[in-house]
């Protein structure tokens, strides 16, 4: 397990997973009833839609771009959910492969406007954004709730897992893709050729990797885990609204970064991507429990545990350039 | 003679290719649809001292965007962009609010408007707490050397936070009289804010003009190495032009709070960095730095401002105007890419 030894590459993970320990270890030091296995998993299912933008993000940032849709397409997602089964009657079953494929569809419009027309993903994804939040509109200018039996059977569902607790399917889903996403990036071509562009697309276009089809299915990855984490979020809230989930791409962003994932694309691990969601998660539980904190904290403290991370890996990046260690360039392109 | 007709077709040959002729063509479609559509909407009329109409009313909306679109623009030159604009106009309201406040207070039967903090004070205090956020942004670029897109992440994420915290998760109404005139009064018939916007124009473009900060700029952006071994201070100027942008953004926010009265931590210049990123980028400057245009980036406001100002007035269900963005946006990207512009053309001749 090359990927788990201590680098000054897999360090920012290390890093986080310690923090996260630690302050899930203060948390319950502080505060009475904060070590439980069902605070925990209440993370999980918390953040579930969160992890899977995030993982779909990953992959963007891998890539060297970004994906500001998300948000956007989460929201979406939600508003045809709940206008499908409570308007048109659709059987859920049916409308969300439907829909899965649909924020697949747009995440690869994205990623082809991006990749044929040289314009910066940062603008594409931003019409993209501007979009999605628009036809929220089109379709309902007000919330809509989401009485289907099978879907608020799915939001009430438990699993127990262990002496732990229980969590809900949303989670099992979310742990699904997870997997499916660590199997995608570590042990596929697709995979290392995400990691190829991220680190320097022209050498990649040089060794003859499909760098046009890598990068448009990059964004259709972001599209598809935008619209998974639609339908949880749908289903966790029960409701349909065009203004959910606003800024949720900073949190996917941000989760990312946190655990590890370098901005300029190349370095980055799925699982550490994980670690970061957990971390956004414990401090807002933290935030919570601590009751007389106002939840603005939680940004501030986000924004501060960023430019942490932000730094850590420039530092990391700066004393590399120093030493010069001949096996970097092999590193990188297993990792 | 000969030189006359060859210097006539330069020029049309040079504006055709100024990266600024497709944006204004935008623009004067925009407001050309606007004046059919709409009778009254060119007419302007005299009330209460200054003038009146629909254009005035665009132009007025438009000059906070315009403000941090100038700032915007000198950063994009610097190959950086400062996505935490929005958070650092709603930081510089708030402080602006919490400093002023103010309170109405019946004084011997006469309504009295009194401030926690005089105005000057306030305002500089606002400015400054803008420039300072803009200078952490800068160090973080400039002395770090992290990516700017994600050194300004973070203040993006945390000055919301920070906003609220001085607000106190409250939205903080202002009761006092002069401080509205920054973003809702008249001088000599137009909006006080366009004058501000105008001075920095003026300002910056004598800068870029007849200053050799321009040129260094440019230069920075365009060929960092090259820039670096002439000599120039990549630093210094990215402290500087970090700082500088978060000093327009903080203006934005005193136009933005004084207009509407009141400071609100979550929502003020909430999107507003996606708007003025649009508005460079329609005005012609390249996200990748290098050369920019002060000009483009006001004409890119006003579009921006146009399109929302005629889906309102046009009775278009006001839920459109993000889609319409979007598809305005998409539009005069592919016109300026120039992979777009041969891509159409070969499918138009194999077709």
């Known amino acids: 397990m090359k990927a788990l030894r201590l680098t000054s590459q897999t360090l920012p993970s290390w890093v986080a997973v310690v923090l996260f320990v630690a302050m899930f270890a203060g948390g319950s030091l502080v505060y009475p009833g904060f070590f439980s296995g069902q605070v925990f998993l209440n993370l999980l299912i918390d953040n579930a839609f969160v992890l899977v933008v995030a993982i779909g993000m990953t992959f963007v940032i891998l890539s060297g771009g970004i994906d500001l849709s998300v948000g956007s397409v989460v929201a979406l997602t939600t508003m045809v959910l709940a206008w499908g089964v409570e308007r048109a009657h659709w059987p859920p079953l049916l409308l969300i492969p439907l829909l899965v494929a649909g924020g697949a569809l747009f995440g690869a419009a994205m990623g082809f406007v991006i990749q044929v027309f040289r314009i910066p993903a940062f603008i594409v994804t931003l019409a993209g954004m501007f979009l999605a939040r628009g036809l929220c509109y089109l379709i309902s200018i007000d919330s809509i709730a989401i009485t289907e039996p099978l879907l608020t059977e799915l939001s009430q569902a438990r699993i127990p897992v262990g002496p732990l607790g229980e969590v809900s399917p949303g989670v099992v889903a979310a742990a699904l893709v997870l997997v499916a996403a660590v199997w995608l990036a570590h042990g596929t071509a697709f995979g290392r050729a995400v990691y190829a562009i991220g680190g320097n697309e022209r050498s990649a276009l040089l060794m003859g990797l499909p760098v046009a089809r890598t990068r448009i299915a990059v964004y259709a990855v972001s599209g598809f885990c935008a619209s998974v984490g639609g339908v949880l979020f749908g289903i966790y809230t029960l409701s349909g609204y065009g203004l959910h989930a606003q800024g949720l791409e900073l949190d996917a962003i941000a989760g990312a970064v946190i655990g590890g994932a370098l901005l300029t694309g190349g370095v980055g691990y799925v699982m550490g991507t994980l670690t970061g969601v957990l971390m956004l998660g414990v401090i807002q539980t933290l935030i919570m429990f601590d009751g007389s904190l106002s939840s603005w904290w939680t940004r501030i403290v986000i924004g501060a545990l960023l430019g942490l991370f932000c730094v850590l890996q420039r530092s990391l990046e700066l004393a590399h350039r120093f030493r010069r260690v001949p096996a970097q360039a092999h590193t990188r392109a297993t990792a | ?351």
């Open chain 2, 1 to 351: 003679m000969k030189l006359a007709s060859e210097s006539v077709a330069r020029v049309a040959g040079s504006m055709t290719r100024s990266a600024q002729f497709w944006p204004a063509v935008v623009l004067v479609l925009l407001l050309g649809i606007n004046g059919v559509l709409n009778p009254n909407f060119f007419v302007l009329s005299w009330r209460e001292g200054h003038l009146y109409g629909a254009l005035v009313d665009i132009l007025n909306r438009a000059a906070p965007l315009m403000a941090v679109a100038l700032g915007m623009t000198v950063v994009i030159a610097t190959r950086g962009i400062d996505i935490s604009v929005g958070a650092v106009v709603a930081i510089s309201a708030a402080v602006a609010a919490a400093l002023i406040g103010g309170s109405l207070k019946i004084v011997d039967g006469q309504q009295t408007y009194v401030t926690l903090t005089s105005m000057p004070i306030a305002l500089v205090a606002a400015l400054g707490a803008a420039a300072l956020c803009g200078l952490f942004n800068g160090v973080l670029v400039g002395g770090v050397g992290i990516q700017p897109i994600i050194a300004t992440l973070i203040l993006m994420v945390a000055g919301r936070g920070i906003a609220q915290l001085i607000t106190g998760g409250q939205i903080i109404t202002i009761y006092y009289r002069p401080y509205f005139f920054i973003g809702g009064g008249y001088l000599l018939g137009l909006p006080f804010s366009l004058w501000l916007v105008s001075a920095l124009l003026a300002i910056m473009a004598w800068l870029k003009h007849r200053t050799a900060l321009g040129l260094f700029i440019q230069a920075s952006g365009g060929n960092p190495a090259a820039a670096r071994l002439s000599g120039i201070n990549a630093r210094g100027l990215l402290l500087a032009v970090y700082s500088f942008c978060g000093f327009t953004a903080g203006l934005a926010g005193l136009m933005i709070s004084s207009n509407v009265k009141s400071a609100d931590g979550n929502n003020a210049g909430l999107l507003l960095e996606l708007d003025a990123i649009l508005a460079v980028t329609l005005g012609g400057t390249s996200l990748l730095g290098g050369r920019f245009s002060l000009r483009g980036s006001v004409l890119g406001a006003l579009i921006i401002q146009t399109l929302t100002t005629s889906i309102y007035s046009l009775g278009v269900p006001p839920e459109i105007n993000l889609v319409v963005k979007a598809v305005v946006v998409f539009a005069v990207c592919l016109v300026q890419s120039p992979e777009a512009r041969a891509w159409l053309l070969r499918r138009g001749t194999a077709a």
